[in-house]
């Protein structure tokens, strides 16, 4: 696993490189990322999207085939729900990470849902369901939400670094298991909300991780953890490339 120190070096690489790209550049890459985001996040959820569906998706093109309208409108929910993650994040103390923020972004990514709509939590344990570790039973969730949210406010939890918050962030969530569906997109959104509030990529769990993730949901912590930085490093190391070449192919050419 990586350390803080090793990250965080790689991340002032990316974020001289990021300094000297234009807007056209640092565009096309947003794309690109988002693409990957919900990519890579979809496959864990067990849904392997194409390029032609995530592409037209995210640039609204009309739906030709009236069966992809379900696809495009959940791909169009995860990017709306990534673009609040990134609002949010922005906004910094002025909007504190709280179950209220986690609720919005539920609601972004189950718009047509009516646990998220109207503010309650999932109300049976499914019996065929896609993570296999332990969850709350439905009688408990309302408590351990405000368990979460006293420990997101907490001055204490505050001190912690932001790698550690957003690995136990994601694990807290994904224990409790508030809602029917989309936890794990949201137990996802929320740790990279942490991240990018400290000038973080966005952690990618790679759906080639897929198992190694859901064991990691049955515990110690730590596997989580070690899995999040891994996948930080990969994003950083990835964006990173991508520059290098670019500028390097800009070289080139002059």
Do not use: C
Request: neutral net charge; without cysteine.
């Amino acid at each position: 696993m990586p350390t803080r120190a090793t990250i965080d070096d790689q991340l002032k690489h990316l974020t001289d490189l990021l300094a000297a790209q234009d807007e056209s550049v640092l565009a096309h890459f947003q794309e690109r990322l988002d693409m990957s985001w919900i990519f890579h996040d979809s496959s864990l959820e067990g849904t392997v999207l194409s390029y032609h569906e995530l592409k037209s998706a995210i640039d609204r093109d009309v739906v030709s085939d009236v069966s992809l309208i379900p696809t495009y409108d959940e791909i169009r929910a995860h990017k709306a729900a990534i673009d609040l993650v990134r609002e949010v994040a922005a906004a910094g103390k002025k909007q504190p990470v709280s179950v209220d923020v986690l609720r919005k972004l539920h609601l972004a990514l189950s718009p047509d849902d009516p646990e998220p709509r109207d503010g309650t939590w999932r109300k049976e344990t499914p019996v065929h369901r896609l993570y296999f570790h332990d969850i709350s039973a439905p009688d408990k969730i309302a408590g351990e939400m405000k368990k979460l949210d006293d420990w997101l406010q907490d001055p204490d939890t505050r001190k912690v670094s932001s790698l550690s918050t957003a690995a136990k962030l994601h694990f807290k969530l994904m224990q409790i298991f508030p809602f029917s569906r989309h936890t794990g997109k949201l137990a996802r959104l929320g740790m990279n909300l942490v991240l990018l509030r400290a000038g973080y990529p966005p952690a990618i769990i790679h759906s080639t991780e897929r198992q190694r993730y859901y064991e990691a949901l049955k515990g110690p912590s730590s596997a989580l953890s070690a899995l999040m930085m891994d996948s930080l490093q990969n994003s950083i190391e990835s964006a990173i490339k991508l520059f290098s070449e670019h500028r390097s192919g800009r070289r080139a050419m002059t």
